[in-house]
T-cell receptor, first 112, second 114 residues
């Protein structure tokens, strides 16, 4: 059973398009996150949701909009894609008392 | 603000040799510290963590790390490297007042020579 899953795994698209990445966790965790890993492998937090409520928004352009339909799902919608959005996007989840974040396999986004 | 510095973007060791990956952190409140490993084209897997209690923590695959508050360090070690240890390693910090977000170091790529 996959604990944190993401779809799609690979995404190649043109500049200016709108795309979504989906994340689901079956761990029963209350908190979910989106991280971005750039071409130099640097990882940075983008958003965090706790029980469907946004709790962290790290100065991400408003072209990025997370949506949490329920606490097991956290999707990321990106409008008007730019070349600089090319990266690997990781979803993660945690239970606050445990403090450990469990990561999904990543979505590799390439904007042409 | 919290930060993490990993000394050495690339570390190369021979199979069977000691692995030492360095991590220093900055935090104004008691930190929670983590080491994650990333194999090529995969997600991040937790190796070990320190939250409270014993400062020497043991993780998976024979790795361990020691939290040294006086040195603000959390270095990762393994007595004997294996070819399968070749990967990217990330040190990360979080705290109770940061909403659980992880602040990552730059990563260290470990190569293991036969």
């Amino acid at each position: 059973d996959t604990a944190v899953s993401q779809t799609p795994k690979y995404l190649v698209t043109q500049m200016g398009n709108d795309k979504s990445i989906k994340c689901e966790q079956n761990l029963g965790h209350d908190t979910m996150y989106w991280y971005k890993q750039d071409s130099k492998k640097f990882l940075k937090i983008m958003f965090s949701y706790n029980n469907k409520e946004l709790i962290i928004n790290e100065t991400v352009p408003n072209r990025f909009s997370p949506k949490s339909p329920d606490k097991a799902h956290l999707n990321l919608h990106i409008n008007s894609l730019e070349l600089g959005d090319s990266a690997v996007y990781f979803c993660a989840s945690s239970q606050p008392i445990d403090k450990t974040q469990y990561f999904g396999p990543g979505t590799r986004l390439l904007v042409l | 603000a919290q930060s993490v510095t990993q000394l050495g973007s690339h570390v190369s060791v021979s199979e069977g040799a000691l692995v030492l990956l360095r991590c220093n952190y900055s935090s104004s409140v008691p930190p929670y510290l983590f080491w994650y490993v990333q194999y090529p084209n995969q997600g991040l897997q937790l190796l070990l963590k320190y939250t409270t209690g014993a400062t020497l923590v043991k993780g998976i695959n024979g790795f361990e790390a020691e939290f040294k508050k006086s040195e603000t360090s959390f270095h990762l070690t393994k007595p004997s490297a294996h070819m399968s240890d070749a990967a990217e390693y990330f040190c990360a910090v979080s705290s109770y007042n940061q909403g659980g977000k992880l602040i990552f170091g730059q990563g260290t790529e470990l190569s293991v020579k036969p």
